[in-house]
């Protein structure tokens, strides 16, 4: 839960439409936004 939290908290400041979360490898990880569409 605190993961969920944290992520959140991180993007509290950002102003996008598609936000993206990689990992080391460049995979993701998260997205919201214009995402869920897009990837479904």
Avoid at 13 to 29: G, K, M, P
């Amino acid at each position: 839960m605190s993961s969920v939290r944290d992520r959140f908290v991180a993007f509290a400041f950002c102003w996008a439409d598609l936000l993206i979360e990689l990992d080391q490898s460049r995979r993701v990880l998260f997205a919201v936004g214009a995402a869920k569409p897009l990837l479904g």
